[in-house]
């Protein structure tokens, strides 16, 4: 069964960092693809970064590239999202996502084709 607990959101003023994590139970991390995707009131679930595990192919969206950096550990099966340079417009829920099967399609997938989410984490930025 798998079950995505994620952590590390808080309140920052602009311009700060943050590091939200994902402990990812029944996950493999050798298949499949995973997410980072965040939703501001009002708005539609957007994916921030999402990776095709085999290859460690990812996909980041335009107005976080240069800002915000996937990693994760094996080991651990935890995957996390330092996030650079906060603005305010990145004040959302931030939520994980997790599907066991997909197809490599260059680490880019809609939350539509993830059947695995976690509760979410909330940033605020404010300015």
């Known amino acids: 069964q798998v079950q995505l607990v994620e952590s590390g959101g808080a309140s920052v003023q602009a311009g700060g960092s943050l590091r939200l994590s994902c402990a990812a139970s029944?996950?493999?991390?050798?298949?499949?693809?995973m997410g980072w995707f965040r939703q501001a009131p009002g708005k539609e679930r957007e994916g921030v970064v999402t990776?095709?595990?085999?290859?460690?192919?990812?996909y980041y969206v335009e107005s976080v590239k240069g800002r915000f950096t996937f990693s994760r550990n094996n080991a651990e099966k935890t995957v996390y999202l330092q996030m650079t340079n906060l603005k305010p417009e990145d004040t959302a829920m931030y939520y994980c996502?997790?599907?066991?099967?997909?197809?490599?399609?260059?680490?880019?997938?809609?939350?539509?084709?993830?059947?695995?989410w976690g509760q979410g984490t909330q940033v605020i930025v404010s300015s």
């Open positions: 996502a997790a599907q066991l099967d997909c197809p490599n399609s260059g680490g880019r997938y809609r939350a539509s084709e993830y059947r695995y």
């Open positions: 029944g996950v493999t991390f050798s298949t499949g693809c």
């Open positions: 990776i095709y595990l085999p290859y460690g192919i990812t």
